[in-house]
């Protein structure tokens, strides 16, 4: 008997109306568009806007994507993951909420929380669901209104971020496409460089942390960057090199947008020409668990089947890996 792969078979984005330029950040902060571009590569985010506005509403939008372009019915639907680090409330998970405003019925569905790399572990998670034949169709999104965690006081953060949702459709399949091989990995010391202070249970929420400015992204760029951009190229390479691929072999290296420096240093490790990566992180900067998932909705159409595609990441936690795919469908 055929081993049984888990493909993804369709991809749904959102991305909210409101941009937020850097000229618009710069009457808010200290900075410039020259150097956000610079240091960055980032020209503009989406910021989702309105009251009582929050993640699930872009992640619903990314599965209502994923239901008008294969008629899938939320009937079909038998689990929901949705990897987050905002999301609407404490509990419950924005993957329940996610759910019902989808009208997904029959699923069982949880929140990830990997950081930026939450949507490869959650993309990991779904595969072992699919492969162990425990579930039929799994939708797994990515979504972030990090927005609501940007304090726009800070220079050296508020720059980075934007709000998306996207999601992907993933199913059985026993033809040679599909998720091949992963790699994920994290430490747990690096969470002092990137972390939020407060509203968990070592500092619950009071009037003295958010005084304190205590519920904003706190990092420390230098070091996250350093680890970035050698923990993320190490697991392409390592990778690459165990399923026996050159550069050739790769039809697109899709990382995460957090940095464009720390992207292009990836691809040069991997000898990966720039035409073979996907960059969109001048328009969206960095949606956290939406980057790569986004990436896969705007590239879908120029995707074919049998596309080799590395998927690599690196997050708060820190976590970081990489995930090896043969692409399931002709986007066009």
């Known amino acids: 008997m055929k081993k049984t792969n888990a493909v993804i078979t369709a991809v749904g984005g959102y991305v909210p109306d409101y941009i937020m330029t ?28 309105g009251e009582g506005k929050g993640t699930s509403d872009m992640g619903v939008e990314a599965i209502k994507d994923i239901f008008a372009k294969t008629g899938t019915t939320p009937d079909e639907i038998d689990m929901v993951i949705c990897a987050t680090v905002t999301p609407d409330h404490p509990f419950p998970a924005t993957a329940n909420i996610i759910a019902d405003k989808a009208g997904i019925k029959n699923a069982h569905s949880f929140d990830l929380n990997g950081a930026c790399s939450g949507f490869i572990y959650a ?7 699919i492969e162990s034949g425990a579930k039929k169709k799994i939708i797994v999104v990515g979504a972030d209104k990090m927005s609501s965690i940007v304090d726009y006081t800070d220079r050296t953060t508020c720059v980075l971020f934007g709000d998306a949702g996207a999601a992907v459709l993933l199913e059985p399949t026993q033809e040679e496409v599909g998720i091949k091989d992963r790699i994920l990995q994290s430490d747990g010391s690096g969470r002092v460089h990137l972390h939020m202070k407060a509203g968990g249970s070592v500092h619950p929420s009071s009037h003295e942390t958010i005084d304190k400015r205590m519920h904003y992204i706190y990092q420390e760029g230098q070091h996250v960057f350093k680890h970035a951009v050698s923990r993320m ?9 165990r399923n026996g691929m050159t550069s050739d072999d790769l039809a697109w290296l899709v990382p995460h947008q957090a940095n464009l420096r720390i992207i292009g240093a990836t691809a040069d ?8 990566v996907m960059v969109n992180i001048e328009r969206y900067g960095n949606t956290t668990a939406a980057t790569i998932p986004l990436c896969l909705w705007e590239w879908e159409k120029q995707l074919k089947k049998g596309d080799n595609l590395i998927l690599a990441s690196f997050g708060a936690g820190f976590t970081w890996g990489s995930i090896y795919l043969k692409w399931g469908y002709d986007g066009k």
Do not use: C, P
């Open 269 to 276: 490790r991997m000898n990966l020409d720039k035409n073979k």
């Open 233 to 241: 190229a190490d697991v392409s390479v390592e990778i690459m090199e």
């Open 22 to 49: 850097n000229q618009e950040l710069s009457t808010m902060v200290d900075t410039t568009d020259e150097w956000i571009m610079s240091r960055v590569g980032i020209k503009e985010r989406h910021i989702l806007k």
């Open 123 to 129: 993309l990991d998670t779904a595969s072992r669901f």
